[in-house]
């Protein structure tokens, strides 16, 4: 999605935009999330 989308998206429906927005990055986070508190944490922790 571009800025533009986004912006589009954001003025219609917050919540449509939230969704598209985890839906698409949520997988990253986690990712990152999981790399960094894997030597600290438990998976639930995660």
Do not use: Q
């Not at 990712?31 to 922790?45: I, K, Q, W």
Request: charged residues 30%.
């Amino acid at each position: 999605m571009t800025g533009n989308e986004l912006k589009e998206l954001i003025s219609k429906s917050p919540a449509e935009c939230h969704r598209k927005l985890m839906k698409e990055y949520g997988r990253y986070v986690y990712a990152m999330v999981f790399n960094r508190l894997r030597s600290s944490g438990t998976h639930e922790d995660v």
